[in-house]
Every structure is written in C-alpha cells, then in structure tokens.
T-cell receptor, first 114, second 114 residues
Framework: GDSVTQMEGPVTLSEEAFLTINCTYTATGYPSLFWYVQYPGEGLQLLLKATKADDKGSNKGFEATYRKETTSFHLEKGSVQVSDSAVYFCALSDPTGGGNKLTFGTGTQLKVEL | DTGVSQNPRHKITKRGQNVTFRCDPISEHNRLYWYRQTLGQGPEFLTYFQNEAQLEKSRLLSDRFSAERPKGSFSTLEIQRTEQGDSAMYLC????????????FGQGTRLTVV
C-alpha cells in the first residue's frame, strides 16, 4: 500500500537558518504530494502541493519539488523564523483510488529559536 | 463560512461507554473524511463520504465504530464500548469534488478513555 516516510524530529534551528525536512514515498499509482503544517493549538493546514513530476510547490517561502526518480518531496526554506515553529506532515493522495484520501507521514516537529 | 467545525473539542469517557463526535464541513464541500491521530503519529484515514454515501472504510474502523452523514451535510462518528486504545485525536476534513482540491481540516476532537 501507499506510505510516506519523513525524517524524525524534533528539528531545532536558529532563526534565519536553512531548513530541509526529508520526505520519501511509496505509492502504487501516480500520487499527488502535499506538505501540511500544524501550528500549536490549530488544525492541519495545507502548506503546498505538487501534482506531477518535476512540479515545484511553494508557499510562504517554503518549497518542495516532486522528484519521481527518487520518490521524494523534500521541504525547504531558505531562512526560517520563530513563527515557523510547528509540526510538518508530508502526505500523498492517489487520485486513481477515487476517494483521494491522504496518507500521512509521522510528522516532523520544527523548533526555531532566536 | 468559518471552516470545518468539530464538537466537542475534548471528551473524557470511561472505558465501555459510547461516545459520539460531530463534524460540520464547509457547506459546499461534497466530500467528508474522518482521520485518527495518535501521539507522535500522522493522521490515519478512517472513512470517507461523498455526499451521504459512505464510500470507503479503513480496516482501522472496527465494528465498534460507525459513521453517518445522513443528509450529506454534517457527519457523526460514534464509538461504542470504548477502549483505552481508542484514545486519540479524531480529525474531520472536507473538500470539493475534483482530483486535487484542497482538504480543509477541523481542529479535531481529543478523546481520552480512562
């Protein structure tokens, strides 16, 4: 079945540092890929998505590129802020299944310090 | 519209009791999903509705679990004879029809079985 593997946290960075959170996936079909973010006390929010190979999703300074050859969708940001502290989830959705349910990784907690 | 609403936000119940959660999706969204999230894990798919029809159920959804969406609007998730292993955050999400439309999540109902 489909699965998502992402790097374990917590990841602790200083403000303005470069961020990479690794994500790889296994899917039987040709999935769409997502990054969701969960801020403390809030629900999951879509951060960015990519629906086909070589697509780059971007939002709020975050980027991720759909790499079919390495089955990866790593999240990057050039300069993190304290306000980026949250839990980040990589997820996939296989559109051929009809339901478009999401399969999530275990989440990576990011802590950004001054 | 204020987004996906879930009630209650927290529920503490004794083992063996029945509990029911409610989800009010975004009004124009036909698709509604339930997920379960345990500590340190990503959300796991439970079930999915297209309007009032329940189209898919996960193996995680044992016979003690039942979900309904009677008029294609709000949905309820009932757990009968709760067990300590049912303690988790129960998340609801909704989306419009379409292959890669965004899923919007509620803040969840945190269930604690004592």
């Amino acid at each position: 079945g489909d699965s998502v593997t992402q790097m374990e946290g917590p990841v602790t960075l200083s403000e303005e540092a470069f961020l990479t959170i690794n994500c790889t996936y296994t899917a039987t079909g040709y999935p769409s890929l997502f990054w969701y973010v969960q801020y403390p006390g809030e629900g999951l929010q879509l951060l960015l998505k990519a629906t086909k190979a070589d697509d780059k999703g971007s939002n709020k300074g975050f980027e991720a590129t759909y790499r079919k050859e390495t089955t990866s969708f790593h999240l990057e940001k050039g300069s993190v802020q304290v306000s980026d502290s949250a839990v980040y989830f990589c997820a996939l959705s296989d559109p051929t299944g009809g339901g478009n349910k999401l399969t999530f990784g275990t989440g990576t907690q990011l802590k950004v310090e001054l | 519209d204020t987004g996906v609403s879930q009630n209650p936000r927290h529920k503490i119940t004794k083992r063996g009791q029945n509990v029911t959660f409610r989800c009010d999706p975004i009004s124009e969204h036909n698709r509604l999903y339930w997920y379960r999230q345990t500590l340190g894990q990503g959300p796991e798919f439970l079930t999915y509705f297209q309007n009032e029809a329940q189209l898919e159920k996960s193996r995680l959804l044992s016979d003690r679990f039942s979900a309904e969406r009677p008029k294609g609007s709000f949905s309820t998730l009932e757990i009968q004879r709760t067990e300590q292993g049912d303690s988790a955050m129960y998340l609801c999400a909704s989306r419009e029809d379409g292959v890669n439309t965004e899923a919007f999540f509620g803040q969840g109902t945190r269930l604690t079985v004592v």
